[in-house]
């Protein structure tokens, strides 16, 4: 019986492959955190109104600004995270699944 080859997860191509998605992910994840940064100060030029409403004692700008923009910003680095180690196990286990196809 074959033993199966051990599969080198150090090799350029794995690491080419799960780097670019990686970047991709990354990328996303810092659209979505710009488009929050951004959205705040968006949101007060064109709806001035809206964002001087009393909420809790807080305009909105303040109220979205203190309470809401941290989670949000938390909310983005978790999924990055558990994306990014989602985005390693799969790419290990396509190349053991290559590993064992190759010493078959």
């Not at 199966?4 to 090799?11: Q, T």
């Not at 001035?48 to 909310?75: C, D, H, K, N, S």
Request: charged share 20%.
């Amino acid at each position: 019986m074959q033993t199966p080859e051990k599969v080198d997860v150090h090799s350029e191509a794995f690491l080419h492959s799960l780097m670019r998605k990686q970047l991709r992910l990354s990328i996303l994840c810092a659209a979505a955190f710009l488009l929050v940064l951004l959205g705040l100060p968006l949101a007060n030029y064109f709806w001035p109104e809206l964002m001087a409403t009393r909420v809790l004692g807080f305009t909105l700008t303040w109220l979205i600004l203190g309470i809401g923009f941290f989670p949000i910003v938390w909310l983005i680095a978790w999924i990055f995270i558990r994306r990014s180690i989602a985005l390693e196990k799969a790419e290990v286990a396509e190349a053991v699944k290559e590993g064992e196809s190759v010493s078959r």
